[in-house]
């Protein structure tokens, strides 16, 4: 691979390396309201999450660009590094090993939020199913929650 490609790739990479990093930070604040059970906080985060999915998406398809002018077009970042040019080589291993481990912590950290996601709603699950039960706390909730004239319901099920 040429030099000028080769540095291409190095920008890619510090720019992917940058959006995942940002995408950690998302994912240990969503983390830490959910453990603080800050649930109203959930909407914000999914916007977020979806905002970065896209972007995402977009840098997916100038990798793959990439790949196709290298001459690689099925090849992992791993299988291209011994191509890239010598001077060059050293930065984009350094930055692909970043980004490997930024990547592995974010998934850690989003199996976290799914467990204690998943933790959180099956508390509220039990809670009504109580409620469900005993028909004077339903009728207890059901009337406050009538009071309530901007509420949308006792408890919303949005996720």
Known sequence: ???????????????????????FVLETQKYQDIAQGQ???INEHVKAEEVFMLRSKGMEAERERLMKRADFPTA????????FDPEVKEEAEELFEKLSNITMELKEMNLRCNYLTELRLRKVD??????NKQ??????????????????GFISKKV
Not at 2 to 22: H, I, P
Not at 137 to 152: C, G, H, N, R, V
């Open 1 to 23: 691979m040429n030099r000028q490609l080769s540095w291409e790739f190095v920008d890619f990479l510090n720019r992917y390396l940058a959006l995942f990093q940002e995408f």
């Open 39 to 41: 649930i109203d906080k």
């Open 76 to 83: 992992t970042f791993r299988e291209l590094l011994p191509h």
């Open 126 to 131: 039990a809670a009504l199913k109580k409620i």
């Open 135 to 152: 028909p004077e706390l339903q009728k207890k909730y059901d009337a406050k929650a009538k009071e309530e004239t901007k509420s949308s």
